[in-house]
């Protein structure tokens, strides 16, 4: 099962006072792409509202259908995103240090697209839905480009399988001549 940490396990800066964020939780989050131009501030007010999570190999983080109420970005391990066809389970990518998933169902709100399995330990910083909307209420600038940088990496992400199912659709076809 799940080891869920809260925020208080780590020395963290609370709005107010207390101690700074460590600095390798930040760094993780100004490097992803879904945090690129967010403020150090908001970054530090998203990680105070976050739990760490920690999983061994062949763990879950969440199962293909489940209701989704977080992100997660991957701090140390690998991770593979898989979906279930024909009963069986196809491997879609796999994720490591730095990446992160979940997000796409905090934007369409539905249940979770895929599976997300721990093929190594790990060690994952969870967003709530929650905390980011107690980022919009503080900060609706930072909020709304963290959701503008999720789009972007949706739709980066998109254009890779578009790609990917051309390429396999050119592959099909019978060599003409």
């Not at 780590?10 to 709005?15: L, S």
């Not at 007010?45 to 190999?57: E, G, M, N, P, T």
């Not at 895929?114 to 994952?124: F, G, I, K, Q, S």
Request: overall charge negative; charged content about 25%.
């Amino acid at each position: 099962m799940p080891r869920w940490l809260t925020a208080d396990a780590w020395p963290a800066q609370r709005m107010e006072g207390a101690k700074p964020v460590p600095t390798s939780k930040l760094e993780i989050l100004q490097q992803m792409p879904i945090f690129g131009g967010i403020s150090d501030e908001a970054l530090q007010f998203l990680l105070v509202r976050s739990s760490a999570v920690k999983l061994d190999a062949g763990e879950f983080f969440f199962h293909e259908g489940d209701s989704a109420e977080s992100l997660y970005v991957l701090e140390r391990g690998k991770v593979s995103i898989t979906k279930c066809w024909e009963e069986q389970n196809c491997i879609i990518r796999y994720l490591a240090q730095g990446d992160c998933f979940g997000e796409m169902a905090l934007i369409d709100m539905g249940p979770r697209s895929a599976t997300v399995r721990a093929e190594e330990d790990c060690c994952a910083i969870e967003l709530s839905l929650n905390a980011l909307y107690e980022l919009y209420q503080q900060d609706p600038t930072q909020f709304a480009m963290i959701q503008m940088n999720m789009a972007r990496e949706l739709s980066r992400r998109l254009r890779e399988v578009n790609e990917r199912l051309f390429q396999m659709q050119l592959d099909a076809q019978p060599p003409k001549g």
